[in-house]
C-alpha cells in the first residue's frame, strides 16, 4: 500500500502570498535633559519673557520726553542768539539794528526751507533758533530802551498764556478741529495783510502815522489788533500740541520731534513779538 506523501509548505512558502505586516515604528528619543542645552542660550530665553517690553525709544519712536529736549535745545539756541544781538545793540546801536534786520529775513529764509522741505534737517532749525534770536535780541533792547521793564513782561505774559493753553489742552477742556484751524488761516492771513498794508501806507506817506493809533470808541485800534494776534497765537499753540500728540500715538520716528520743537518755537517766538507790541501800546 502506497503511502501518500504530505503536501505541506514550508513557513516561508505559504506566508508569500499575504501581505506584508509594516513594521513598528521606532520609539522616539526623548528630549535631552536642561543641561544638554546652551546655559547662554537658557540666560537668552528667560530674559526675553522676564524683561520688560521694548518701548517706543527702542523701537525708534517719537517721545514726549524728545519734544521736550529738542524744544529746550531750541530755545537755548534762541537764548543765545538773543544775547549776540542784544550786545551788539548795547555796543552800538548801528550794529544792533543791522543784526535785527539780517536776523529777521534769515529767519524768514530760513523757516521758509524748514517748513516746505521734505526732509527734517536739526542743523537747519538750530540755524533758525541762532539767526532770529540775534533778531530778537536786538529788538528787545530797543523795546527796552523806549519802555522800561517791556521786555521782562513780555516774556512773563508769553509764558503765562503758553502754560494756560497747554493745561487747558492736556486735561481736554480745548481740542484741536479743522473748523479751528481754518479759523486761524483765515485769521493770520488777515492779519499779515493788515500789517503790510499798514507799513506800505505809512512808507509812502499816505499816512503820517500808523493805522494802530486810530481809536475806535477810544479804544487804539492796534489795540484790538493785538488781542487778536495773541488769540491767533494760542490758537496756533493748540495746534502745536495737538500734532506732537498725534505723533506719539502714531509712532511718527524720532526724527520728527524737531519738526514739532520748530513749530513750537515760531509760534512761541511770534507771540513773544506780539506781546512786546501789546504793551507798547499799552504804555503809550
Not at 534737517?121 to 533778531?135: I, K, S, T
Not at 506817506?205 to 481809536?215: E, I, K, Q
Not at 511770534?270 to 507798547?280: D, I, N, P, S
Request: aromatic share 8%.
Amino acid at each position: 500500500m502506497e503511502r501518500h506523501h504530505s503536501c505541506r509548505l514550508p513557513d516561508h512558502a505559504r506566508l508569500r502570498g499575504r501581505p506584508r505586516i509594516a513594521d513598528p515604528a521606532p520609539a522616539r528619543k526623548p528630549p535631552p535633559p536642561s543641561s544638554a542645552y546652551n546655559p547662554a542660550d537658557i540666560e537668552a530665553m528667560e530674559h526675553a519673557y522676564t524683561g520688560a517690553p521694548a518701548d517706543a525709544v527702542d523701537r525708534g519712536q517719537m517721545t514726549y520726553d524728545d519734544v521736550i529736549i529738542k524744544t529746550a535745545i531750541s530755545l537755548g539756541a534762541v537764548i543765545l542768539g538773543a544775547a549776540l544781538g542784544w550786545f551788539l545793540f548795547a555796543l552800538n546801536p548801528a550794529f544792533g539794528l543791522a543784526a535785527m534786520a539780517v536776523g529777521f529775513l534769515g529767519g524768514f529764509v530760513l523757516a521758509m526751507v524748514n517748513i516746505f522741505s521734505r526732509t527734517i534737517r536739526p542743523a537747519l532749525v538750530l540755524a533758525y533758533a541762532l539767526v532770529e534770536g540775534l533778531a530778537l535780541g536786538a529788538l528787545s533792547a530797543v523795546m527796552e530802551l523806549a519802555y522800561p521793564g517791556v521786555v521782562i513782561q513780555a516774556l512773563l505774559a508769553t509764558a503765562a498764556v503758553f502754560t494756560v493753553t497747554l493745561v487747558l489742552f492736556s486735561s481736554g477742556k480745548v481740542r484741536n478741529s479743522p473748523k479751528l484751524m481754518r479759523f486761524m488761516l483765515i485769521g493770520m492771513v488777515g492779519l499779515i495783510v493788515y500789517r503790510l498794508l499798514n507799513m506800505v501806507l505809512v512808507w509812502t506817506g499816505v499816512l503820517s502815522t500808523s493805522v494802530d493809533n486810530m481809536r475806535i470808541m477810544g479804544i487804539p485800534l492796534g489795540l484790538a489788533v493785538g488781542v487778536f494776534a495773541v488769540i491767533l497765537g494760542a490758537i496756533s499753540l493748540i495746534g502745536d500740541f495737538d500734532q506732537i500728540q498725534q505723533g506719539v500715538r502714531a509712532g511718527a520716528p524720532a526724527k520728527f520731534a524737531w519738526a514739532c520743537a520748530f513749530g513750537l518755537m515760531v509760534t512761541i517766538i511770534w507771540m513773544y513779538t506780539e506781546m512786546l507790541r501789546l504793551l507798547a501800546i499799552l504804555r503809550d
